[in-house]
Structure formats: structure tokens, C-alpha cells
């Protein structure tokens, strides 16, 4: 089962403009994540953001999460070509300990 | 972070065989585990849940007699796809966890049947 939605499905940008993804999900959650996907390839963990947190940063990456409006946000700032990828966000609910994908974001960045 | 392998990367097979892959945490050690199945260009989507030493639980839709999940050890789950038909094509990607924190992704197993 998925447990929502991403938007905008793909987005295409320019290298050193900014990205953001948009997640929004339908339950009660403990832990928001966002994950990289390259064509083809595995899952590599960017960034988890708990219930109780509102805003993380880790280099490039800024996450919100807004509880009551059951969304997040990825945004990416100084975009670069290397960032080419899908992004997607999984929900954890703290309780059965699987994580759920939303539908996932594809983004392209132009040289 | 920790590291989750799979084997084999990718797998070509005819129509009625059967396919086993292999997910192993190579320096933790993962009670449970998750398969999941992504198809083109899709998200991806959770299988079941392998725990170590018990029955794996699947999710709904997912016929449990088609992909056999096997938790021998703390290190080491397999998925079996049975009787493999087109429709089985797929990526097929196993995690594993430490409890209330992230998920440690393996690379992930193409799988094509011929």
C-alpha cells in the first residue's frame, strides 16, 4: 500500500536553481524520511525527521514537516546535475516498523 | 551507515522456474527485514516483513506461496520467486533496520522473465 502522494511528479531545473518535493501522507506518523534513487539503482538515505521536529538541514537539504497538515517538504538548494535522480519520501509510524513510499518525485537537473 | 548487499544484481530466467535472492546486513545484525517490489518507474511498493526466526507477513495482495521468504539468521533473508512468470519482472530491493531509526537499502535485484 502506498501511503501518499508527491508532488509534482517530475520537475525539470536548472543547475544552481533550487528544488522542492512536496509529501503528503494519510496517517498518524513517528518519523518522516526522504530517500534518493538513481535510474536503475538502490535507495540512498538522505535525511529522517522525527514528529516532534518542524525543520532539518543537512548540507544542501532542508526538510519541513508539518503535522497537522500531514506534509514535508524536501528542498534542495544550489541544484546540480549530479542531483539528477527520483526522490522519494516514506512514512514511519513507529509502530508495525515499516516504512511507506509516497509516489515519488523525478527530478532533472540541466547543465 | 550499515550496509545491506543483495545477490545475485540481476537475473534472467525463463517462464516456470524458480528464482531465489539473497538480502544480507554484512555488518549488523537485522531481526527483521523488508522485500520490496518496484516496477518501472514506479514507487516502491512493500512486499511483506521477514522476521528472523518466525513467518514473514505480507502485505495485502501479496501471495505468499508465489514469494517464499525465508529469515534463516540474523544476517541473511531470502526471497524465492516461484513458478516465475513476466509479470514477476521487476526490481526487487531488500532493507533491513535498527528500530525507530533509518532503513539501510540493498542495491536491489532486476529480475526478468523470459
Known amino acids: 500500500s502506498q501511503q501518499g502522494e508527491e508532488d509534482p511528479q517530475a520537475l525539470s531545473i536548472q543547475e544552481g536553481e533550487n528544488a522542492t518535493m512536496n509529501c503528503s501522507y494519510k496517517?498518524?506518523?513517528?518519523?518522516l524520511q526522504w530517500y534518493r534513487q538513481n535510474s536503475g539503482r538502490g535507495l540512498v538515505h538522505l535525511i529522517l525527521i522525527r514528529s516532534n521536529e518542524r525543520e532539518k538541514h543537512s548540507g544542501r537539504l532542508r526538510v519541513t514537516l508539518d503535522t497537522s497538515k500531514k506534509s514535508s517538504s524536501l528542498l534542495i538548494t544550489a541544484s546540480r546535475a549530479a542531483d539528477t535522480a527520483s526522490y522519494f519520501c516514506?512514512?514511519?509510524?513507529?509502530?508495525?516498523?515499516?516504512?511507506?513510499f509516497g509516489t515519488g518525485t523525478l527530478l532533472a537537473v540541466q547543465p | 551507515g550499515a550496509v545491506v548487499s543483495q545477490h545475485p544484481s540481476w537475473v534472467i530466467c525463463k517462464s516456470g522456474t524458480s528464482v531465489k535472492i539473497e538480502c544480507r546486513s554484512l555488518d549488523f545484525q537485522a531481526t527483521t527485514m523488508f522485500w520490496y517490489r518496484q516496477f518501472p518507474k514506479q514507487s516502491l511498493m512493500l512486499m511483506a516483513t521477514s522476521n528472523e526466526g518466525s513467518k514473514a507477513t505480507y502485505e495485502q495482495g501479496v501471495e505468499k506461496d508465489k514469494f517464499l521468504i525465508n529469515h534463516a539468521s540474523l544476517t541473511l533473508s531470502t526471497l524465492t520467486v516461484t513458478s516465475a512468470h513476466p509479470e514477476d519482472s521487476s526490481f526487487y530491493i531488500c532493507?533491513?533496520?535498527?528500530?525507530?531509526?533509518?532503513?539501510?537499502f540493498g542495491p536491489g535485484t532486476r529480475l526478468t522473465v523470459l
Open positions: 532493507s533491513a533496520r535498527v528500530p525507530y531509526n533509518e532503513q539501510f
Open positions: 496517517t498518524s506518523i513517528n518519523n
Open positions: 516514506a512514512t514511519d509510524d513507529g509502530a508495525t516498523n515499516k516504512l511507506i
